[in-house]
């Protein structure tokens, strides 16, 4: 898994849109990357949502938010419409991604983790929780915006 102070791996992939996403083209901006198992799940569902919740925060703070699974597009764009998602979501169905930031867990679904990326695309952070909560929580305390 990537650690403190790498550079976060670029990539290029399709959104929920179906619209590509090259992660730096976010570069100027931190970026909370956060991948997740399984769309529709339980816990996914619930941090997805929080990061919607708290969407308009986040992005007051300056933040970019992108989420991140091995689910197919359309899998992400049911999954975007029903957590009411206002950032991408990334289908990583090659799972070429998870790879490369060293979360692609035995089963072969993305491990619940959260990368916080500097403006320059570094991590600054990592995140590793099977909970939902502590992802969102730490990106609101980064924010400023202790809930």
């Known amino acids: 898994m990537l650690a403190v102070g790498e550079p976060a791996p670029d990539f290029t992939a399709a959104t929920q849109t179906g619209q590509m996403l090259q992660l730096s083209s976010l570069r100027g901006a931190p970026v909370v990357l956060f991948f997740y198992p399984k769309a529709n799940s339980m816990g996914c569902t619930i941090e ?3 990061f919607a919740d708290h969407f308009e925060e986040l992005s007051d703070a300056g933040l970019k938010v992108v989420g991140v699974s091995v689910d197919s597009v359309a899998s992400q764009k049911t ?3 029903k957590c009411d998602v206002e950032f991408p979501l990334v289908s990583d169905s090659d799972k070429s991604i998870a790879k490369a930031y060293g979360v692609l867990g035995f089963l072969g ?3 619940r983790v959260t990368f ?3 403006a ?3 991590v600054e952070e990592v995140v590793e929780s099977i909970a939902p909560n502590p992802h ?3 990106a609101l ?3 400023g915006r202790v809930p």
């Open 79 to 81: 999954f975007a419409t």
């Open 136 to 138: 969102v929580q730490r």
């Open 48 to 50: 997805t949502r929080a």
């Open 120 to 122: 320059r695309g570094t």
């Open 116 to 118: 916080f990326l500097d």
């Open 141 to 143: 305390q980064r924010a």
């Open 109 to 111: 679904f993305a491990r």
